[in-house]
């Protein structure tokens, strides 16, 4: 483990559909190499809290109804991947979200921003999480959530003890409004027509890993982060 700390995992990019597991994966390597898991949504929201530059020009923009423009995500993007403790790697969730986006990353990276890391100009190995339409119905339809303290059940995989209440507190569980099944259609459906393209596009590119996101959870983590290695990553 602590030889994995100091090995060099370089920038690694999550795809999958909701509900593949990408956030669990994310958070085993970040444990296991200790990097930055980046999120261009906690970016966004970072940067509007903060009243930075950046993001008071994101806040007007929402404020407009309009969506933020991807070179303002690019910029704090940017801004983010120049900080230190990316140097050795890091995990990309949710970014890229297009083809033009994954097109730009790779821009970037050849650029050299990383002039001081031993992976500079190194691009990124993307992990895609493969899940059935039907499993993933079947997990996020099933997911329920406790008010109080937060935990996560599923009411077909991992059930409480009682049905609709919280093992730890008694609370009443609830389905939250993302996990309706019209709504996950409607992100599946979206994901399809954005977010599939740059799966094609780093395919295209041989930098595509393949996962069944369907096995039990460890065996998923053993696939990604030997598929990591054996590509080179670390």
Known sequence: MAEDTSRNLGPVVLLGPPGAGKGTQAKRMVER?????????????????????????AKDIMARGELVPDELLYDMVTERLRLADCERGFVLDGF???????????????????????HAKCLPIVVQIDVGYNEILRRLTG?????????????YLQPPRVEG?????????????????????????????????????YERKGRLIRVDGSLPVDQ????????LESRGSV
């Not at 999120?39 to 940067?47: A, F, K, M």
Request: aromatic share 6%; proline share 4%.
């Open 33 to 57: 190499y200790q990097v930055p898991q980046i999120s261009t949504g906690d970016l966004l929201r970072e940067h509007v809290k903060n009243s930075t530059h950046l993001g008071l020009q």
């Open 96 to 118: 890229p979200r297009t083809a033009a986006q994954a097109a730009w990353l790779d821009a970037l990276l050849e650029s050299g921003i990383f002039d001081n890391s031993k």
């Open 143 to 155: 997911r329920r959530t406790c008010p109080t303290c937060g935990r996560i059940y599923n009411a």
């Open 165 to 201: 209440v919280c093992d730890l507190d008694g609370s009443n569980l609830v389905v939250r409004n993302d996990d309706r099944e019209d709504v996950i259609r409607q992100r599946l459906r979206a994901y399809e027509a954005q977010t599939r393209p740059v799966a094609d596009y």
């Open 220 to 227: 998923v983590s053993e696939l990604v982060l030997g598929n």
